[in-house]
């Protein structure tokens, strides 16, 4: 076993011997033919900027297993692994996000032509959708995507669709419970992203903070993150608490510097949903931002799951830090393949079955799946402080573990998809993390 491999995912009891057949593009058990997997990822300007770091994580788990890079950039490709003795090749190919016409004639043709058994991806949140639309019309295929989408498991889920990433409602997890808990905060206004991608991140922390007896003053949806001027000037001056703010710490950064004229104490009135690493937190701390709380899915105090998996990117890929929700989408799907010795009959039946009995050490933290094949994993929630050095720092200042999709029922198959007016603010039993949050003021 190679020295970078990360600690291997432990299953349920599951007893399982299987031969080799895709539904309708495989051999039996006894073939030679490899067994293909297609990363699929964004291409396109502008939304591209990502994609080596992306590529870098879904082919971490390759190199892992023998696979070599084929030139110095992760689009290069890797040559094939090697698991229980089967040949595993890695397709990468290529779509336009937002184009879900040529997104489903991409799937269409990794299917039809290339024969593949596997598909990872596509990242994008409102992608997801048209990758289950495609699933459930192709069962003999076993799809892994890490869409922010909820409906895309929680409604009409596809048996064999899978999502080893927490979606955009749940990456907020820990954020409501602190809010009221911790700031007291009873009346809330949010600012979220105006687009698919936005919308789930706010209504986490609706479902939350309401289930505790919460109240959303407002929500507001500014156009674009670059002017938070007019937004400011919308708050209430009374009855508001504090805001919310679902992005990342250079929008933050901007809002804040808006926000302090009207709020000195900005650690006490605004929490932010910043799903970044630490180190690239690191890179955006300002002393204006010292008591600021965000929520991550990312552990701020390193784990020897989260070291490992740095070390092996920093080995492999040098300066190139690989994304961890392909690594988390990738490594799961090899693992269970390793654990049916490569073998995909019937209708990938059996392979499906132990993908979703999965327990993944992931970097990120401990993830299983649900009986929708949907992420539980932890988020940490963080406050801006200074360290001995008097240098800008993130502590770690809870675990919120077993963030499942439903926030213990404030979410279900039959609830409409997020939106900018949805969900509605409602008090009922709040999600059973809310007693992993600190609860002193």
């Known amino acids: 076993m190679p020295a970078d491999v990360l600690p291997r995912v432990g299953f349920v009891a599951l007893a399982v011997t299987v031969g080799l057949l895709a539904a309708g593009c495989g051999g039996g058990s006894g073939s030679n033919r490899p067994i293909k997997i297609a990363f699929v990822t964004d291409c396109a300007p502008p939304f591209d900027s990502n994609r080596q770091p992306t590529l870098a994580g879904a082919e971490l788990p390759f190199l892992q297993r023998g696979a070599r890079l084929r030139g110095p950039e992760p689009s290069n490709g890797v040559t094939a692994a090697t698991v229980e003795g089967k040949r595993v090749q890695l397709l990468l190919r290529c779509e336009a996000y937002g184009d879900f016409t040529s997104l489903l004639g991409k799937l269409n043709q990794l299917v039809e032509n290339e ?96 289930s505790l007896g919460g109240n959303i003053v407002a929500r507001r949806w500014p156009p674009t993150f670059d002017e938070f001027g007019p937004v400011v000037k919308r708050i209430p001056n009374r009855g508001v608490d504090g805001v919310v703010l679902p992005s990342d710490l250079q929008s933050a950064q901007r809002f804040m510097a808006a926000l302090e004229r009207r709020y000195p104490r900005l650690g006490h009135r605004l929490l932010v949903n ?30 020897p799951e989260s070291r490992a ?108 998809p997020p939106s900018t007016t949805r969900p509605g603010c409602r008090r009922r039993n709040p999600p059973p993390w809310v007693s992993s949050v600190p609860a002193t003021r």
Not at 274 to 283: P, Q, R, V
């Open 115 to 210: 024969r593949v058994d596997i598909v990872v991806g596509p990242t994008n949140t409102p992608e997801g959708l048209v990758v289950k639309q495609f699933a459930q019309k192709h069962r003999g295929i076993t799809f892994s995507t890490t869409t922010g989408e909820q409906s895309t498991t929680l409604t009409d889920p596809a048996p064999n669709l899978f999502g080893f990433t927490l979606d955009g409602a749940q990456a907020s997890a820990g954020l409501g419970a602190y809010a009221f808990h911790n700031l007291g905060w009873r009346n809330a206004l949010t600012v979220g992203e105006n687009d698919p991608a936005g919308w789930p991140e706010v209504a986490g922390f609706v479902a939350e903070f309401c």
């Open 274 to 303: 910043a799903d970044l690493s630490s180190d690239a937190f690191t890179g955006h701390l300002t002393n204006r931002m010292i008591g600021l709380v965000g929520v991550s899915t990312w552990p701020w105090t390193p784990t």
């Open 309 to 416: 998996f740095t070390a092996a990117s920093k080995r492999h890929f040098g300066g190139t830090k690989a994304d961890f929700y392909s690594y988390d989408e990738m490594e799961p799907v090899l693992e269970a393949l390793a654990h049916v010795h490569g073998n995909l009959s019937e209708g990938e039946g059996q392979f499906q079955t132990a993908l979703a009995r999965l327990h993944f050490r992931a970097p990120n933290g401990p993830t299983s799946l649900d009986a929708r094949h949907q992420a539980i994993a932890p988020t940490y929630l963080g406050r801006v402080d200074r360290n001995a050095q008097g240098k800008l720092v993130v502590r770690q200042i809870a675990v919120i573990p077993n963030v499942e999709q439903t926030f213990g029922g404030y979410f279900r198959p039959t609830t409409p």
